[in-house]
């Protein structure tokens, strides 16, 4: 009876554990800077339609010539799809302008605010606040 008991308990705290994983899966959007926006314009070099976080990858022109290379994370593509959004909607080599809140640590990305598609759309995050414009400097 007690290798019966101490089985089920084992299989119980295995089914639990199982079943939380999602929930540590998930990150945190700590790691954006959402009290700042930047837009950046460039190329797109794929469109990744994918769970749990879709992505853009873009290729902005570097100050000293080259290109950077940005990650822009976004929503699901199950909320994307509800919002509007399709897989085909942008392609490799569209030139897009995003708005994006950057990364805390200075890399190359950011979460997704907006964006304005080759043909003049723009498309915002339904579900995310828009900082107000910054004041003119005197």
């Not at 945190?28 to 959402?34: E, I, L, T």
Request: charged fraction near 20%; avoid cysteine.
């Amino acid at each position: 009876m007690r290798t019966l008991r101490a089985a089920l308990a084992g299989l119980s705290a295995v089914l639990t554990l199982w079943a939380t994983l999602p929930a540590f899966a998930h990150h945190s959007f700590a790691m954006f800077d959402r009290d700042k926006e930047v837009t950046i314009t460039g190329t797109v070099s794929e469109f990744q339609w994918t769970n749990p976080h879709a992505f853009i990858e873009i290729d902005v022109p570097a100050a000293g010539g080259g290109t950077e290379h940005w990650s822009i994370e976004m929503n699901s593509p199950n909320n994307l799809q509800r919002q509007g959004w399709r897989s085909t909607l942008l392609k490799p080599g569209d030139k897009i302008s995003v708005t994006l809140n950057p990364l805390r640590d200075g890399k190359k990305g950011g979460l997704f605010v907006s964006v304005v598609l080759p043909d003049g759309r723009v498309i915002k995050d339904p579900t995310r606040r828009q900082l107000p414009p910054p004041e003119p400097k005197a």
